[in-house]
Structures are given as structure tokens and as C-alpha cells.
């Protein structure tokens, strides 16, 4: 039986083995969802790992509902573009420890839609926890500059607060699937922010569309949080900007507490041309 993931090591289709449920294709490679509860395709030379204390402290800054208002944007952007009677099918392109996979399960279970789930991600211990909490999801290893999936095969595609780059996530969406894309606004997180750049000024506006899709909705989401200073260093290491903050300033944002953080992010619901 053929499947939609494509063999990392020759990029032929693979085929589900009707007895082992493993996958292969014609050049006798062969995979085996590991013990751990995910598919292991291809390993980046340099991954990045987040510390076994720092991925603890993003899943519970992520579970106490910080982006409680972003999950209810979705939602309300989904209530009437989903066909409620045929079973989609989703991917969650660099799904991490799988929060926004997890939300959206939520949000399709919510509305009735029948969904199957996918998340694909870099770091092998991201995907260990995200396979213990949600293990009905297919979760896969992959470097993410050549997604393992053949083209046009999701119905609809969520990058979650990380730039867009490069056309595999449309590739592999289905002509007339669904980008949901969330992408920071010019404010987002602007008081951990100035930490790192001292002459911050306020830059951009909504996201530039990609090509290849046509917009259908557009959200701009904003509030503020109160968290303290371990909690904001925390929410900084989920942000690309995250390197650029040495010793020094982390330590300067541990001592601070922010009363009123700011969030400040675009959803954008867009569908792939034909």
C-alpha cells in the first residue's frame, strides 16, 4: 500500500509493509517506527537540542495556557472552512515538543472533524515527549530543508511562530489545502527584546503571503502576559532571536519581572493555487 512519505535515502515513494507496518520502497530501504513512538528519516548534522530542565519549562510555560488566545483564533478562523464529513489530513511542519499539533487536536475535536495528524521535527528529544503525550499523532525526524512527503499531500499545513522558509511546506500541500501560518507581529515580545537590542525600533507589519496561495483570512493577535523573569527567558528560547542573547542578558532578564509582556503575532489562513 503506498503512502506519502518519500525515502530519505533515494526520495522514492515508500510503501506501508502489510505485516510489519513498517515502510519501504523499490531500493529495499526499509523503516521502522522506533519504540519510542516515532519515525526516525534523516538526522540534521547539527541539531538543535534543548537541555532536558529547558524543554520541562517550555512544556509547562506552554500548558498554563499562554497562548490560550491564539489556540481560540484558530478556531474561530477554522469553524467555517472545514468539510466537517471527510478525515483530513494535517501536518505541523517543525512541531517541536508538539504543543500546536496537541491544540489543534483540540480544535478539530471541537469542531468534528475528523483529522490525521502529523508532525515532523529536528530534535530527537522534542519528538520523545511529543510522542508521550499525543502518541495517536505520526511523528517523524527529519531535517526540515527536504520534507520526507511527496508533493500535494496534506490538506492543510501550520507553521507556528517560525519564519517561512523555502517552498517545502507548500510542496506538500494539496492544491486548495489550507497555509496556516502564525508569525510575530512588530511588538511581539518587545520587552524581553530590548534587552538584546539596545536601540530597538519598531519594524514590519503583516507577514509578506508567499507565493503560490491566495490570502483567505488574516488575524492580528494581541495581549499581554505577566510572567517573571525565568518565565520570559523561557518564552525567549522558543523565539529564532534566541541566540543572540548572551550570559549577560539572560541573566538580566531572570532578574526582571514582566507585568505586562507584550504578544503581538499575525495568523494568517491562506490556500494553495491550483
Known amino acids: 500500500m503506498n503512502s506519502h512519505y518519500l525515502c530519505p535515502l533515494c526520495q522514492a515513494p515508500l510503501m506501508v509493509h502489510q505485516g510489519s507496518q513498517g515502510l519501504h ?29 529547558l524543554m520541562r519549562a517550555k512544556h509547562f510555560l ?14 474561530r478562523q477554522l469553524t467555517e472552512r472545514l468539510p466537517s464529513d471527510a478525515t483530513l489530513s494535517h501536518l505541523d511542519v517543525d512541531s517541536g515538543e508538539g504543543y500546536y499539533l496537541r491544540a489543534l487536536a483540540g480544535v478539530f475535536n471541537a469542531l468534528g472533524q475528523a483529522v490525521e495528524q502529523t508532525g515532523v521535527a529536528e530534535a530527537e528529544n522534542a519528538l520523545f515527549v511529543a510522542a508521550k503525550a499525543q502518541p495517536e499523532a505520526n511523528l517523524v525526524q527529519s531535517q526540515l530543508k527536504v520534507l520526507p512527503f511527496a508533493d500535494d499531500s496534506f490538506d492543510l499545513v501550520s507553521l507556528f511562530d517560525k519564519p517561512l522558509k523555502g517552498k517545502e511546506p507548500l510542496r506538500v500541500l494539496k492544491p486548495g489545502g489550507t497555509f496556516i501560518w502564525l508569525s510575530p507581529g512588530p511588538r511581539h515580545l518587545w520587552q524581553i527584546r530590548e534587552f538584546i537590542y539596545p536601540n530597538l525600533t519598531e519594524k514590519g507589519g503583516e ?31 522558543m523565539t529564532p532571536f534566541a541566540w543572540r542573547a548572551n550570559d549577560k542578558i539572560k541573566r538580566q532578564i531572570t532578574q526582571q519581572e514582566f507585568a ?3 504578544i503581538d503575532l499575525y495568523l494568517t489562513l491562506a490556500t494553495k493555487d491550483a
Open 25 to 53: 520502497c523499490a531500493n529495499k530501504h526499509h523503516f521502522d517506527k522506533g519504540p519510542q513512538g516515532y519515525w526516525v528519516f534523516s538526522q540534521p548534522k547539527k541539531p538543535h537540542i534543548d537541555s532536558r530542565q
Open 62 to 75: 506552554l500548558e498554563s495556557g499562554i497562548f490560550a488566545p491564539v489556540v481560540e483564533a484558530i478556531q
Open 207 to 237: 507577514p509578506q503571503q508567499p507565493k503560490g496561495v491566495t490570502l483567505v483570512a488574516s488575524e492580528h493577535i494581541t495581549y499581554s502576559l505577566a510572567l517573571s523573569g525565568e518565565q520570559a527567558l523561557t518564552l525567549l528560547e
Open 260 to 262: 505586562a509582556l507584550e
